[in-house]
């Protein structure tokens, strides 16, 4: 079994309207030192050993469906897992 | 300036609808192999240094705004950045 990490984030030149709300809040929260919020998306996905390579799923997969590669950009990380 | 990655994860006992959705999309799009997904939030906040530690800092705003503590996990990684 594998553990796999996806982050998704927003293209640097996409601007982020969530993310500017938080900074806003932070910053009236009284944390004045905030000066950017970008907001992404994490996934942890549990994936069965198959005959195909489990980066090669993982790409496809981003690729299709998890992020949007437009305006979205993605990394991940492939943990082997023993137990379930 | 600091560089600091948020991620906020659904706690283990919460159900995660979201997830769940996409888990089922993956099945029926070929991958069979997907056997959970969990979604959770990524965020990177660049923050300026001040007399207080950056990591109060960080757990202050998770605790007060950018987690719900009843239902979310959060863990951080604060990087020293040298450029904006």
């Known amino acids: 079994m594998y553990k796999v990490k996806v982050y998704i984030t927003l293209r640097e030149s996409v601007l982020d309207p ?18 950017d919020v ?20 993982v790409k496809e997969m981003c690729h299709r469906l998890l992020a949007n590669p437009v305006i979205e950009d993605y990394t991940y990380e492939i943990e082997e897992s023993v137990t379930k």
């Open 18 to 35: 969530q993310g500017k709300a938080v900074k806003q809040s932070l910053n009236s929260m009284n944390f004045p030192e905030v000066e």
């Open 38 to 57: 970008r907001i992404g998306k994490y996934m942890e996905l549990m994936i069965a050993p198959t005959d195909k390579s489990v980066e090669e799923t």
